[in-house]
């Protein structure tokens, strides 16, 4: 089955600097690259989100890039602010009818 | 407002008991999954239904247990089967939709249980 690897498990940032989070699949039919924003004590929420066909997809400060030659997927966060401070899991999935596999998470900390 | 309810939030339950978790959803989503959150660990599938009266197993399943007799319900039962069962669980829903692709996937709040 679908392996995903997220890396680093943890990242520390001065508010302003980026911070890239990056994560690794296996399965090559895999096609729905999604990722996730949880608080504390709270559901994940989709932050963006990338198809097969598509290798970059911005919104304001976000943006994800796919190398689905390499099969990994990264998450670009620039001009960090406090209220980035939170974890943050990548996803993939492959075809309808399966569902959503899920990283280990990278918990963000981003200090004023 | 649409959305996915998880209830309750926090479950204390005694060792040996088995415990039922309640998912209701509102937005006619066909699909319906559950996940454990534990620290460290990233978001594990227990089980997930694609349409009413089917499910299927995930990565985790042992000592759980499902129904889907609505759309809008997908129950989830810890039985005392579950070794280990104390954990943040997680309810999420998706449109299914019939392609080739997968959807985005709207979760619930959570719910804490714990055992002792």
């Known amino acids: 089955g679908e392996n995903v690897e997220q890396h680093p498990s943890t990242l520390s940032v001065q508010e302003g600097d980026s911070a890239v989070i990056k994560c690794t699949y296996s399965?090559?039919?895999?096609?729905?690259f999604p990722w996730y924003k949880q608080e504390l004590g709270k559901g994940p929420q989709l932050i963006i989100d990338i198809r097969s066909n598509v290798g970059e997809k911005k919104d304001q400060r976000i943006a994800v890039t796919l190398n689905k030659t390499a099969k990994h997927f990264s998450l670009h966060i620039t001009e960090t602010q406090p209220e980035d401070s939170a974890v943050y899991f990548c996803?993939?999935?492959?075809?309808?009818?399966?569902?959503?596999?899920f990283g280990k998470g990278t918990t963000l900390s981003v200090s004023s | 407002d649409g959305g996915i309810t998880q209830s309750p939030k926090y479950l204390f339950r005694k060792e040996g008991q088995n415990v039922t978790l309640s998912c209701e959803q509102n937005l006619n989503h066909d699909a319906m999954y559950w996940y454990r959150q534990d620290p460290g660990q990233g978001l594990r599938l227990i089980y997930y239904?694609?349409?009413?009266?089917?499910?299927q197993k995930g990565d985790i399943a042992e000592g759980y247990s499902v129904s889907r007799e609505k759309k809008e319900s997908f129950p989830l039962t810890v039985t005392s089967a579950q070794k280990n069962p104390t954990a943040f669980y997680l309810c999420?829903?998706?449109?299914?939709?019939?392609?080739?692709?997968?959807?985005?996937?709207?979760f619930g709040q959570g719910t804490r249980l714990t055992v002792v």
């Open positions: 239904s694609q349409i009413v009266n089917d499910f």
């Open positions: 996803a993939v999935g492959s075809r309808a009818g399966t569902a959503l596999i």
């Open positions: 399965d090559s039919a895999s096609n729905y």
């Open positions: 999420a829903s998706s449109i299914r939709v019939d392609s080739e692709m997968n959807t985005e996937a709207f």
